[in-house]
T-cell receptor
Framework: NAGVTQTPKFQVLKTGQSMTLQCAQDMNHNSMYWYRQDPGMGLRLIYYSASEGTTDKGEVPNGYNVSRLNKREFSLRLESAAPSQTSVYFC??????????????FGQGTRLTVV | AQSVTQPDIHITVSEGASLELRCNYSYGATPYLFWYVQSPGQGLQLLLKYFSGDTLVQGIKGFEAEFKRSQSSFNLRKPSVHWSDAAEYFCAVGASNQAGTALIFGKGTTLSVSS
């Protein structure tokens, strides 16, 4: 029972490099999310996709782009990585809008270091 | 704007003692409230949730939380803490707009358990 799967689990980038974090869910959820977790900051929402074909900015979208490839997959792209983007990135999914559909299920995270 | 405050950054509790983790939220409408737990190097696991009805909700691993609208609080409790409860705990509120619903997290409380 996979749930939410993120790849890769670890990545080291040089400043200015680009990369895409992949996320897939097998729960037939409508909504998907990308968060970043930094020490002492909790989880902050980067982007989310309420349904296939839509995306919206969260609290900290600068420096990131997203693609909702289909209902299962939601990718996060860093076009030109900066040391400030060193973080742990979590993908999550939920059934959709409103209770009780708002419960989010999380992947295991991607630990990204930008040097 | 919606927000979640967890006043305690770090709490240490003796094994077998009771636990209360505080959470205050700011949200204009009826809130959807969640508590998640994160063990080191892991993703987030849902402990419990509140949508409506009985203000005392039961969760997994012996945890419970009480919703108090008058105090804008959703505190997490456990009568007797086990060493395996050492982890980081996050309170979250489901925030909805025309684009969809996303969880807004507090900054977390780290729980240490002493023997």
């Amino acid at each position: 029972n996979a749930g939410v799967t993120q790849t890769p689990k670890f990545q080291v980038l040089k400043t200015g490099q680009s990369m895409t974090l992949q996320c897939a869910q097998d729960m037939n959820h409508n909504s998907m999310y990308w968060y970043r977790q930094d020490p002492g900051m909790g989880l902050r929402l980067i982007y989310y996709s309420a349904s296939e074909g839509t995306t919206d900015k969260g609290e900290v979208p600068n420096g990131y782009n997203v693609s909702r490839l289909n209902k299962r997959e939601f990718s996060l792209r860093l076009e030109s990585a900066a040391p400030s983007q060193t973080s742990v990135y979590f993908c999550a999914s939920s059934m959709g809008q409103g209770a009780p559909r708002a419960e989010a299920f999380f992947g295991q995270g991607t630990r990204l270091t930008v040097v | 704007a919606q927000s979640v405050t967890q006043p305690d950054i770090h709490i240490t509790v003796s094994e077998g003692a009771s636990l209360e983790l505080r959470c205050n939220y700011s949200y204009g409408a009826t809130p959807y409230l969640f508590w998640y737990v994160q063990s080191p190097g892991q993703g987030l696991q849902l402990l419990l949730k509140y949508f409506s009805g009985d203000t005392l909700v039961q969760g997994i691993k012996g945890f419970e939380a009480e919703f108090k609208r008058s105090q804008s609080s959703f505190n997490l409790r456990k009568p007797s803490v086990h060493w395996s409860d050492a982890a980081e705990y996050f309170c979250a509120v489901g925030a909805s707009n025309q684009a969809g619903t996303a969880l807004i997290f507090g900054k977390g409380t780290t729980l240490s358990v002493s023997s």
